[in-house]
T-cell receptor, first 112, second 112 residues
Framework: DAMVIQNPRYQVTQFGKPVTLSCSQT?????MYWYQQKSSQAPKLLFH???????NEADTPDNFQSRRPNTSFCFLDIRSPGLGDAAMYLC???????????FGPGTRLTVL | DQQVKQNSPSLSVQEGRISILNCDYT??????FLWYKKYPAEGPTFLISISSIKDKNEDGRFTVFLNKSAKHLSLHIVPSQPGDSAVYFCAASVNRDDKIIFGKGTRLHILP
């Protein structure tokens, strides 16, 4: 089945220790998104790629970076995680910008 | 400031009855609206959408109503089934090619 896969599902890191979350897709979609969702909050878009074009949201902290080495994979790098970065991180894909988005199961990040 | 508001964090409905989930928005430029459904430990999945040129869209047991003058939309589920128990996110975009803004979600419990 075509799908969006996120690894790991649970990630624990220490304050200030860099961490990388990964997302892969078998849908061959052009657009990949990263969202941050804190408890009882709305998913918040961090950035997205349209093919190789990177689009950063204005309020996404510099601490968050992303890489998309090919169509199938996209990575979220948190350079120096703070306690406030503990959240669920959702990856999504769509065929075109603004189209229906397909989400992965998310990675829950804990910062100790 | 939240542009998409779901003011009811949770809702309980008897099986077989109608579930009505509400959503308000503040940005009058929004012209495309979506509902996503999320089960625990899974990512959100697309449920139904509506363009601002319509005031109703129906798909099986799910109907979305849009009242542009009131900046309000609602999702009706008839009849409600146990499998409908989930978190429902309302989302909106300025046009179908733009990013979508999510609400905080409403947790729906279908009671036996």
């Amino acid at each position: 089945d075509a799908m969006v896969i996120q690894n790991p599902r649970y990630q624990v890191t220490q304050f200030g220790k860099p961490v990388t979350l990964s997302c892969s897709q078998t849908l061959n979609h052009n657009v990949m998104y990263w969202y941050q969702q804190k408890s009882s909050q709305a998913p918040k878009l961090l950035f997205h790629y349209y093919d190789k074009d990177f689009n950063n949201e204005a309020d996404t902290p510099d601490n968050f970076q992303s890489r998309r080495p090919n169509t199938s994979f996209c990575f979220l790098d948190i350079r120096s995680p703070g306690l406030g970065d503990a959240a669920m991180y959702l990856c999504a894909t769509s065929r075109r910008s603004g189209g229906e988005q397909f989400f992965g199961p998310g990675t829950r990040l804990t910062v100790l | 400031d939240q542009q998409v508001k779901q003011n009811s964090p949770s809702l309980s409905v008897q099986e077989g009855r109608i579930s009505i989930l509400n959503c308000d928005y503040t940005n009058s430029m929004f012209d495309y609206f979506l509902w996503y459904k999320k089960y625990p430990a899974e990512g959100p999945t697309f449920l139904i959408s509506i363009s601002s040129i319509k005031d109703k869209n129906e798909d099986g047991r799910f109907t979305v109503f849009l009242n542009k003058s009131a900046k309000h939309l609602s999702l009706h589920i008839v009849p409600s089934q146990p499998g409908d128990s989930a978190v429902y996110f309302c989302a909106a975009s300025v046009n179908r090619d733009d990013k979508i803004i999510f609400g905080k979600g409403t947790r729906l419990h279908i009671l036996p």
